[in-house]
């Protein structure tokens, strides 16, 4: 993590880990790469929160590209679907 | 795999099983594909990725841009559940469901968690599953994603 980039106070947990990761994590800190193991830790969630939001605005600038009325044609067939297998209809209609 | 739950609230939605034919074309970046799943999500609605039917997904859309990513996208929707093919017993079940059904392993394991856990599967290719859901002792729940209009 950026020094500073995180005004929030840290948090303790506890957690349990496969060796090699652990050992890589204490291998960055020994090179002098990383501070410590929890920054590692800290750094890796950090860095899959931002991959996980840019994919899910990509996905949501698709969904913008949509056509409105045939998803809504889709959802009331999916739904039709759903009632002839005795399910509960998607509540996205 | 997926198990079915009592429900904790008044309601909760049956989980969706996704098949390989939809995560191809979200990999593929179908606007209206996408924005049907992102209406599920936004209601609530659970959406299971099975890991195989990715992984068969990706295997279609090789060379596309982005299909790993929008995949990704999906799978940190709100609702969205990626199941992994976890142990041996997993492995035993998908491979049976292989040989009864002759479905590649991709959609094997959507067949298997569908099986296991009682719950639809949404796909666009509804022929493709008419005889391995009839090999299954008990028929799976297919629910074909389509324009009725088209």
Request: hydrophobic share 45%; aromatic share 4%; glycine share 6%.
């Amino acid at each position: 993590m950026i020094p500073g980039m995180s005004g929030d106070r840290k948090a303790r947990i506890t957690i349990t880990v496969d060796p090699g990761v652990l050992e890589y994590a204490e291998h960055l800190v020994a090179t002098g790469k990383a501070t410590s193991v929890a920054a590692v830790f800290n750094d890796a969630i950090a860095e899959k929160r931002i991959t996980d939001q840019r994919a899910l605005a990509l996905l949501r600038e698709r969904a913008r590209q949509a056509d409105p009325e045939r998803v809504a044609r889709m959802m009331r067939h999916v739904n039709r679907q759903l009632a002839e297998h005795g399910f509960p209809a998607a509540s996205g209609e | 795999m997926v198990s079915q739950q009592r429900p904790v609230s008044d309601f909760t939605p049956t989980p969706y099983i996704l098949d390989t034919s939809v995560l191809t074309d979200v990999a593929r970046g179908d606007a209206d594909v996408i924005g049907l799943l992102q209406d599920f999500d936004r209601a609530g609605q659970t959406l299971v990725v099975p890991a195989l039917a990715a992984a068969g997904a990706l295997l279609d859309g090789r060379g596309t841009p982005d299909a790993q990513a929008l995949l990704a996208g999906l799978a940190a929707f709100e609702h969205a559940v990626v199941a992994p093919l976890d142990g041996i017993a997993q492995s035993a079940k998908l491979v049976d469901t292989m040989a009864v059904t002759g479905l590649d392993i991709h959609d094997a394991h959507a067949a298997a968690i569908a099986d296991v856990s009682v719950c639809p599967i949404l796909t666009l290719r509804g022929g493709k599953w008419q005889r391995p859901s009839r090999a299954l002792d008990n028929p799976l729940r297919i629910i074909e994603i389509a324009d009725p209009d088209e």
